[in-house]
């Protein structure tokens, strides 16, 4: 890339870090540190800035850089993430944001155990909390570190850029969760909800004018520069050579569709609006702005594959992680062009802005987590409040140097790919224990941690077990093979299983259910009687 790019990109990166820092510091003046200051914001913001951050969290670097890559490379099949993506919000608007909004204070373990004993279900759902949000992280690592090795060049300064972008997004979450909590974390998120929908609403009207808004005419110019005809436009590019690759698309597809459920940075924001009626408005105005973002998704990804040409976005990221830059570039006039260098500083921008925005909303979830369910559960409850947002503290530091490191060795897969694993382990493992814990009257303590572990344990293991990690190469370590999974998705075999295994612990538990206090919980999720 040119002096150009590079230049203006750097100084729009600079830009938005320093207003991000300015709001964390602005708002962690005068805060009296408290556990509900640091985990929900105060529950202060209205439903529209719930809804407007949600989609912010939401909205992550797979969304921005990975679906439309898969899009220019996959066609059809690319466009099968999208339909993942939002139809998983059904999930949470039907079953979950209510519920959990009334019956938990500050984590997902919050909802669970209030009618369990508290301490083996608490270690187990933050356990699988972490986990989900260390992977969900390294998706972000990733996008940044292929946006910046783009605009830098992927040879000398550009490869050690690439790592030090890792380093550098890891870095500035810690600062922006430690100092700020969730109320700097929410304001920066819907600030970067409105740069990435308005950024979005541009390119795609810039698509859309080159082919004279005929949209059989993008799909059209699409399918010829694929170098796949037809095939680029119907089921099957990516996921229907064989038996193996049909599985893998019903695997990914009830990852997508199950997963957002169960994410933890996605539950805890219903915790930051003050009544189970703002959750479910949040969740519409999420559902709104974050459906009108995927459909473009879809837009610039054919778009990308029409002007762009897949050879070169691959050529660019093998993953496809940088179509949608790539394309910017080429819509703003090309590399040599005025126009080019703004549109594509300015959509690069934005992608960092994404990636800083959702980290550090993970962060926080992960760090609530370590300090509210693990650390409150290996300690005495005396003085606890205090302790608890220092250990988030300093476990935002941790769960950062974790999510660098897996950031710099996944660093060549693509970012959509690797939210999808995400999607799997959080359906596997905290989706059935949710689900279970709000409707199933006779669900025990035992069935509860079961239905953690008996998710959380076989995603994870089939994970490294499937070509992600070895044996092909395009896996993390292509020199060896402990490859004995075929599928590279293992929600189809985990996913059952967590229910199977609540199912069995419960069954099989000798502790009797505690009736009185699935009433309890009952009431209090259906009407919020007594909610925090």
Not at 476 to 498: A, E, R, T
Request: proline share 3%; glycine share 14%; aromatic share 10%.
């Amino acid at each position: 890339m040119t002096g150009g790019h590079q230049t203006l990109a750097l100084l729009l990166f600079s830009a938005f870090v320093a207003v991000t820092l300015a709001i964390t510091t602005w708002v962690s003046r005068g805060r009296h540190g408290s556990a509900e200051e640091f985990y929900a914001g105060g529950r202060l913001f209205s439903p529209m800035e719930n809804g407007f951050a949600i989609a912010g969290d939401y909205a992550s670097a797979a969304s921005f850089l990975g679906v439309p890559g898969l899009i220019a490379l996959f066609g059809y099949d690319g466009v099968l993430y999208v339909v993942g993506f939002l139809v998983g919000w059904l999930v949470v608007l039907f079953l979950v944001a209510e519920l959990v909004r009334n019956c938990g204070r500050f984590t997902l373990a919050d909802v669970v155990a209030a009618r369990m004993s508290e301490r083996p279900v608490r270690i187990a759902a933050g356990t699988s909390s972490v986990t989900v949000s260390v992977l969900y992280l390294v998706a972000q690592m990733v996008g940044a570190g292929s946006l910046v090795a783009l605009l830098l060049g992927r040879t000398g300064a550009g490869g050690a850029a690439q790592a030090w972008a890792v380093i550098g997004v890891g870095a500035l979450m810690v600062v922006y969760v430690s100092l700020g909590g969730m109320r700097a974390t929410t304001w920066i998120q819907i600030v970067k909800a409105v740069l990435l929908l308005g950024g979005t609403v541009v390119l795609t009207v810039l698509v859309m004018v080159r082919f004279h808004g005929d949209l059989d005419r993008l799909l059209r110019a699409a399918s010829e520069h694929s170098g796949h005809g037809e095939a680029f436009l119907a089921p099957g590019l990516k996921y229907g050579g064989d038996w193996t690759a049909r599985l893998d698309f019903i695997s990914l597809g009830l990852a997508l569709v199950l997963g957002t459920g169960g994410l933890p940075h996605i539950l805890s924001r219903f915790y930051t609006v003050p009544t189970a009626r703002a959750a479910r408005r949040s969740a519409l105005w999420a559902i709104g702005l974050i459906g009108g973002f995927y459909l473009m998704t879809i837009v610039l990804g054919f778009g990308a594959a029409a002007i762009v040409g897949p050879q070169a976005v691959r050529g660019a990221n093998a993953a496809g992680n940088t179509a949608v830059p790539l394309l910017a570039l080429d819509l703003g006039g090309g590399a040599a062009s005025t126009g080019g260098t703004v549109l594509f500083a300015v959509v690069a921008a934005v992608a960092f802005a994404t990636i800083l925005a959702v980290v550090a909303g993970i962060t926080l979830a992960s760090s609530a987590s370590v300090a509210h369910d693990l650390y409150a559960s290996l300690r005495r409850r005396g003085g606890r409040q205090r302790g608890e947002v220092a250990v988030a503290r300093i476990a935002a530091v941790g769960v950062g140097v974790v999510a660098i490191g897996l950031g710099l060795l996944a660093r060549d897969l693509n970012v959509a790919f690797l939210v999808g694993l995400a999607f799997a382990v959080a359906a596997s493992a905290n989706l059935p224990v949710l689900l279970y814990s709000l409707f199933w009257r006779g669900f025990t303590t035992r069935g509860a941690v079961w239905a953690v572990y008996g998710g959380l344990v076989p995603a994870l293991g089939l994970v490294v077990l499937s070509p992600v990690v070895s044996g092909s190469p395009d896996s993390l370590f292509p020199g060896v093979d402990f490859q004995y999974f075929p599928l590279q998705n293992p929600g189809i075999v985990s996913i059952p299983l967590g229910f199977l295994a609540g199912w069995l612990g419960t069954v099989t538990s000798a502790e009797p259910p505690d009736e009185a206090k699935h009433a309890e919980t009952e009431v209090r999720s259906l009407t919020g009687a007594g909610a925090v």
